[in-house]
């Protein structure tokens, strides 16, 4: 059982940074292939950022390319989803969310169905 423990958000005026982080415990982190998701009242779930057990394959929502970067850290059992050039459409509750059995395929990084585990959230609000 994997447990995640998301930290870093807060309020940010637009066109500024923010970086949240997501920590791991309970399973080798190197193993483990994580994601940031967002909520925004009123609205689904929705993909923003994934990366690969390796490392190697990241994958972005359209919405956030070129703005957003997702990167990890397995010596500090830690992925991170730096955030630039924020808009108030970015406002929302931000999870990290695990995927236990990953296929490998960029596409099945996107898929909210195939994560196994969830963080508590952290808000993030964009004021304009």
């Known amino acids: 059982q994997v447990q995640l423990v998301e930290s870093g958000g807060g309020l940010v005026q637009a066109g500024g940074s923010l970086r949240l982080s997501c920590e791991a415990s309970?399973?080798?982190?190197?193993?483990?292939?994580l994601a940031w998701f967002r909520q925004a009242p009123g609205k689904e779930r929705e993909f923003v950022a994934g990366?690969?057990?390796?490392?190697?394959?990241?994958d972005y929502a359209d919405s956030v390319k070129g703005r957003f970067t997702i990167t990890r850290d397995n010596a500090k059992k830690t992925v991170y989803l730096q955030m630039n050039t924020l808009k108030p459409d970015d406002t929302a509750v931000y999870y990290c969310?695990?995927?236990?059995?990953?296929?490998?395929?960029?596409?099945?990084?996107?898929?909210?169905?195939?994560?196994?585990?969830w963080g508590q959230g952290t808000q993030v609000t964009v004021s304009s």
């Open positions: 969310a695990v995927q236990l059995n990953w296929s490998g395929r960029g596409r099945d990084l996107q898929k909210i169905g195939l994560y196994d585990a």
């Open positions: 309970g399973r080798a982190f190197s193993s483990l292939t």
């Open positions: 990366v690969g057990w390796s490392g190697a394959l990241t």
